[in-house]
């Protein structure tokens, strides 16, 4: 018998990195806020490529660009390159050690934040400079956290036996 799938760690994420991403933080302080929902992204399209895919991308761009107030479409394509890249080159990144890891997690942020500066580009608005950047950077060096408590809560749901009363 097929084991029920458990889809409540990945909704969980999401939901709590929509709200990071909403959250309002002092000035100072959003120059280090990594992109959270890129990031919870990127983790389960290594881990769950079966279950999270382009159009989990998809609605949690449109999701990020109706609550950021842009361009619509900008998050949701940038989060669809980043989560085919992902999902192309799952089995390869999920083989590397954690400080590979982290950095091709570092490329796909970069990858995401080049679209969205490009997407700024034509449409004629104003890039968020060097912030961007940063949030990169940031996104690099709070990836082995993001991964470790991740990787708890998704083997918590994998390998939790159901009660037999």
């Known amino acids: 018998m097929a084991r029920p799938m458990r889809m409540w760690p990945a909704v969980l994420s999401f939901s709590l990195a929509i709200a990071l991403e909403i959250v309002p933080i002092p000035d100072a302080l959003e120059v280090i806020k990594p992109p959270f929902a890129a990031m919870v992204m990127i983790y389960w399209a290594l881990m769950w490529p079966e279950r999270i895919g ?53 490329a796909l942020l970069a990858i995401d934040a080049l679209l969205q500066v490009l997407i700024e580009g034509i449409a004629g608005l104003v890039s968020g400079g060097y912030l961007r950047w940063t949030q990169v950077i940031a996104g690099m060096i709070f990836w082995p956290f993001l991964m470790g408590s991740m990787d708890w809560l998704r083997q918590r749901a994998e390998y939790r036996t159901p009660n037999i009363n």
């Open 54 to 106: 382009l159009f989990t991308g998809f609605l949690l761009g449109i999701c990020l660009d109706i609550l950021h107030g842009q361009l619509l479409g900008q998050n949701a394509l940038a989060l669809v390159v980043v989560t085919y890249l992902t999902l192309r080159f799952h089995l390869q990144i999920r083989i590397f050690p954690l400080w590979q890891i982290t950095g091709a997690v570092f």
